[in-house]
């Protein structure tokens, strides 16, 4: 058999892959196959006579009884009756690698392969140990060479496929796993498959091979969370949303629900947005951990979305002293929306924590990590009570509460001065209060932080209209239409600057 060589774990669970070649070899007209731990055994035809027989047979005993030192003993005497056997080399090599001789192990398969250029089997314990030696260069040489001799076995593009990934080599990995997917269908080598394509850049094939990695093994939630974050990564929101609902039962990692409900907010599924928030929660609670003031700002962002301002703003502010907040109210009609005026946009701070899908290079360990890195806690609260305040601002904003908006802008600015909404909402705020030269500079710094930050662009071009400065309005006008992410929100854009066109500037925006 040969070596164990994939495993992925995560906190939701763990599966592994085993390859077993079955091509069996006789003794005496009778198919044998032993499997052990470090290799697979072939058996030879006795070309020599009865005594060669009588010291493979006691051999094979000795690796029934795991007897491994017994088994190089016999293995050598073998060979030193038939030295041109290549299948009593490359069991030696089996033996020996499980006596825990790795370099005899690699000198005996290496051996076989010189009497036997086409035997696969040797190809394939060599390569796995080279793998586990960490040799990926001396591995792709050495399955380049079986390629190019027509050595046909679906594990050595298994084994190419691993070498490729561990040099990085991600679009050979991605083809190698596919060529062994063609006959030995496994979830494990789909998900590796999947990262393979993610790394090279082939985001629509690694979407392909995460569905079939989820289809192959449904109960494992890892493959289902990753097919569900890569498409949230690729802007595919509702079907995100379908594959994370069909998350386990049991699943244990409470950022997929995050995930989860952010996307289900971004679609209007405020329902499902706060069943998944409130499982986040329980989960996070029930594994004893702090629920970080981002998730309670994705609370007080619902609550604001159903038009419970309120509300948002008590969430938004227990967001930032730290606590949960109260029980979420029923949902509410939101108000009936009014016609878009060119007065300064807030921007609701949606800003996940995760980087989807997370894939971890080590064979050993995959799936999603943890949130933050534990020496650096006082950063990540830090930016939570940005967060929070940015959105406690936007929703004073909303409320035309413009001097409590102005006080929470500074405080998320006091807590993050990298985030660019914090000093947007902050230029909203003045702007309101007509403090223009102070908007203007607000504005800059969201730009300066986020160039492409299409609202701060807008924002600051309706700043320039109240100056009088026609040319510059129309510059930061064009670039938010530029990066406007809405053909609605271009069109909105296009019409302000045609009212610009055709007023005088010394006129109130209409």
Not at 18 to 31: E, V
Not at 390 to 404: G, M, P, R
Request: charged share 20%; with cysteine.
């Amino acid at each position: 058999m040969q070596e164990e060589i994939l495993k992925t774990q995560s906190t939701g669970g763990a599966t592994e892959m085993r390859h077993q070649n079955r091509h069996n070899y006789s003794i005496l007209g009778k198919l044998i196959l032993c499997i052990v731990a470090g290799g697979t055994l072939v058996f030879s035809s006795p070309v020599w006579g009865q005594p060669l027989t009588n010291v493979q047979q006691d051999a094979l005993r000795a690796v029934a009884s795991e007897n491994w030192s017994e088994a190089v003993r016999l293995y050598q005497k073998a060979i030193q009756l038939s030295p041109q056997q290549a299948g009593l080399y490359n069991n030696l090599g089996v033996a020996q690698r499980q006596a825990g001789d790795r370099l005899g192990a690699i000198s005996s398969y290496r051996k076989a392969i010189e009497l036997d250029p086409d035997f696969s089997e040797a190809y394939g314990n060599l390569a796995v140990l080279l793998l586990l030696e960490g040799e990926w260069l001396e591995t792709l040489m050495l399955l380049n060479q079986a390629r190019s001799l027509g050595v046909a076995s679906p594990s050595l593009f298994l084994y190419y496929g691993i070498a490729s990934e561990k040099s990085q080599n991600w679009e050979d990995a991605a083809q190698a796993y596919d060529r062994y997917l063609k006959t030995n269908p496994s979830a494990t080598v789909a998900y590796r498959s999947a990262i393979a394509f993610w790394q090279s850049g082939e985001g629509r094939e690694a979407i392909r091979a995460f569905k079939r990695a989820a289809q192959l093994d449904p109960g494992f939630g890892l493959y289902t969370s990753e097919t569900g974050l890569a498409l949230a990564n690729l802007g595919a929101n509702r079907s995100a949303i379908e594959f994370l609902k069909d998350l386990p039962t049991g699943w244990s990692q409470p950022r997929d629900f995050v995930v989860l409900a952010r996307l289900a907010q971004q679609e209007d599924m405020l329902d499902l947005a706060e069943a998944s928030l409130f499982r986040a929660f329980q989960l996070r609670q029930s594994q004893g951990e702090a629920i970080p003031t981002s998730w309670i700002s994705d609370a007080g962002a619902i609550d604001a979305q159903r038009g419970d301002l309120d509300s948002a703003a008590a969430t938004f502010q227990s967001a930032m002293d730290g606590k949960l907040p109260s029980p979420w109210p029923a949902e509410q009609a939101a108000p009936a929306s009014a016609e878009p005026q060119p007065t300064a946009q807030p921007d609701t701070v949606w800003e996940p924590e995760e980087q989807s899908p997370q894939h971890e290079l080590t064979l050993s360990q995959t799936g999603n990590q943890p949130d933050g890195d534990p020496s650096d806690v006082l950063s990540q609260t830090d930016r939570g009570v940005a967060i929070a305040a940015a959105n406690l601002a936007d929703t004073y904003l909303s409320q035309e509460n413009y001097a409590l908006a102005l006080s929470a802008s500074d405080a998320a600015i006091s807590a993050d001065a990298t985030l660019p909404v914090a000093h947007n909402n902050r230029g909203a705020a003045l702007l309101s209060l007509n403090e223009l030269e102070a908007a203007k500079q607000s504005f800059e710094a969201a730009i300066e932080l986020q160039p492409d930050y299409w609202q701060a662009q807008r924002n600051l071009g309706i700043v320039y209209i109240q100056q009088g400065d026609r040319q510059q309005a129309q510059e930061y006008l064009g670039q938010a239409m530029a990066n406007a992410p809405t053909l609605e929100l271009v069109q909105q854009i296009n019409e302000e600057m045609v009212i610009l066109d055709r007023s005088e500037l010394k006129e109130e925006p209409k």
